[in-house]
């Protein structure tokens, strides 16, 4: 069951730290995603890449900045984080339509 | 943009019983239409989906219908058990620059009653 993996699972951290995480799929898929699930549960798309290149970047503040080195890795790295940044981060991988989730990342800040 | 809203937001049922979640889209374009389930503290995990070619598919004791023309789409649970308890949630395609992607309903947390 390790097909899409992020690390770390938890993160808890300070108002205003920078931090990152990690996700690798092992499917072989061109799409990686990252999704953001808040406290009521609502799930919302924040970046789409396909094959290395940013194809969806929905209303997320520049503070957050994905990278894909290369097709099977989408990292997100999140700057100057605030309080309403806790949520579960959820990587994805596709081929398209099917999606196939990572575990998911709880980010508290503090 | 896709718009998805999905009902209702809790439902509690007997077990035994059977459960029905609707959701409705706005876009048109959309034809692929996934339902996730998502037990507390996992990932959402696909159970089921239906592509706008068909009305209706069945895979043991869940089902998921589509009506195009009304744009909305249903999930039926029959025969419910206790390991059905989790949050239910619909989603269909949007297209963002070349990479279809989903749009998700809110959830619906279904409990099963013992």
């Known amino acids: 069951d390790t097909a899409v993996s992020q690390t770390p699972k938890y993160l808890v951290t300070q108002m205003g730290n920078d931090k990152s995480i990690k996700c690798e799929q092992n499917?072989?898929?061109?799409?990686m995603y990252w999704y953001k699930q808040d406290s009521k549960k609502f799930l919302k798309i924040m970046f789409s890449y396909n094959n290395k290149e940013l194809i969806i970047n929905e209303t997320v503040p520049n503070r957050f900045s994905p990278k894909s080195p290369d097709k099977a890795h989408l990292n997100l790295h999140i700057n100057s984080l605030e309080l309403g940044d806790s949520a579960v981060y959820f990587c994805a991988s596709s081929r398209p339509p099917k999606l196939y989730f990572g575990p998911g990342t709880r980010l508290t800040v503090l | 943009g896709e718009n998805v809203e999905q009902h209702p937001s809790t439902l509690s049922v007997q077990e035994g019983d059977s459960a029905v979640i609707k959701c409705t889209y706005s876009?048109?374009?959309?034809?692929?239409f996934p339902w996730y389930k998502q037990e507390l503290g996992k990932r959402p995990q696909l159970i089921i989906d239906i592509r706008s070619n068909v009305g209706e598919k069945k895979d043991q004791r869940i089902a998921v219908t589509l009506n195009k023309t009304a744009k909305h789409f249903s999930l039926h649970i029959t025969e419910t058990q206790p390991e059905d308890s989790a949050v239910y949630f619909c989603a269909a395609t949007f297209s963002g620059g070349g990479a279809d992607g989903l749009t998700f309903g809110k959830g619906t947390h279904l409990i099963i009653q013992p």
């Open positions: 876009d048109s374009a959309s034809n692929y």
């Open positions: 499917l072989g898929h061109d799409t």
